[in-house]
C-alpha cells in the first residue's frame, strides 16, 4: 500500500465534498418539469438529504461555488486543484469528493487527473436530475460517490467520475445523453468498476499516467495559454484557424471529422498556422476511436499532432497545460500518448 495511503483501521474515513453547483444542487418549482435552474441549494443541504452517507464517512462540506458546469473557468479548476492538493496533503482526509454539473464533468475531471498530487481517491459526481425531482438521481450518486472516495481500493486510480452506480476513469469518460440518467459511457477503454449501494467492484484502473505521476503543476498559476477548438464539417470555413491565430491562440484543437480529418482548404490554413508556430492538434468530433497520425493527413510534414484517444475538449486542456512551457512538437506529441 503507498506511504500516502492509510491502512484499513476499521475506523470511518473522513471524506471532504467540496461542492461547486450543477443539476445536483439544482432546484424546480414541481418535481415534474423539465425547467429548473442549476447551482441553488447548498452544499449542507445536499449532504443533509442522503440517508446513512455519515455511516459510509465522517464528511466535511465545503462550499467551493454554485454554478451550472457551463460555467466553469479555468480559475475555479486551478482553486479547485489548490484546495484538493491541500486537503489531501494534510493527513486527516482520507478522500474527496466534488459535486460538479455533468455538461463539463470530463473536463474538470480530465483537468484534476493532471493536476492532483495525490494518490488518495477524488471522486466526481454529479446528477441528471435536480434535487427536487421525483426519482431524483443526486443522492444516490453522492452516496456512492463518498463509498468510492473513503474506499483505500479506489487509491491510485487517478480521479474517478462516479454516475449512475458506473466507476469511470477521468481520460476515459464522455457526457452522452442530453438529458438521460445514464449519460456517461467510457467508450474506447471501458470502465474502472461499479458502485451499487455503496459496495465498489473494480475492473482495472486505468493506463495513462495521472495525479501524483503527471508532471502537471497548477501551484502558483493564474492562467493558462489560450487554445482554442474549432468543430469540422463540411464545408468548413477555413478562415475559423487564421481567426483563431490572430486572437493569439498558442493551440488549435480541431474537433475533426472521422479519423480526426478536415477539408482541403482547412488543412493549408492549419499548415500555415502550424508553421507559424501554433500548436495543432488534430482530434475527432466522433464519440470513439482513436485519431491515428500519417493516415489520410501528412501529420509529418505539415506539423500536426494526434490527439490520440482523447476528445476535442479534453485535448484542449492538456495542451494548455503542456504550454505552460516550451516543448518540441515530437514532445507533445508523446504527452498526448501518456497522458
Ligand atoms: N447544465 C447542468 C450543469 O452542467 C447540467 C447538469 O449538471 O447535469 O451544471
Redesign the pocket.
Known sequence: MPTDIQAPTGKKACVAVLAT????A?QAETGTQAGYA??RITVDAMIGSVPGLSDLADIQGEQIAN????DMTFALMIALADRINALLGDGAVEGVVVT??????EETAYFLNLTVKSRKPVVLT???RPSTAVSADGPLNLYNAVAVAADPRAAERGVLVVMNDRIHGAHSLTKNNTTSVETFLSPINGLIGTVIYGKTQYFRGPFRRHTHTSEFSVAGVDRLPRVDILYACAGMPADLIDCSVSRGARGIVVAGDGNGNMNAGAIAAASRAAGQGTVVVRSSRVQTGTVIRNVEIDDDSRRFIVSDELNPAKARILLMLALQQDRSLEELQEMFYTY
Not at 21 to 24: D, K, W, Y
Open positions: 453547483g450543477g443539476t445536483i439544482g442549476s447551482g454554478v451550472g458546469s457551463q460538479h454539473g455533468t455538461d463539463t464533468m454529479g446528477a441528471m
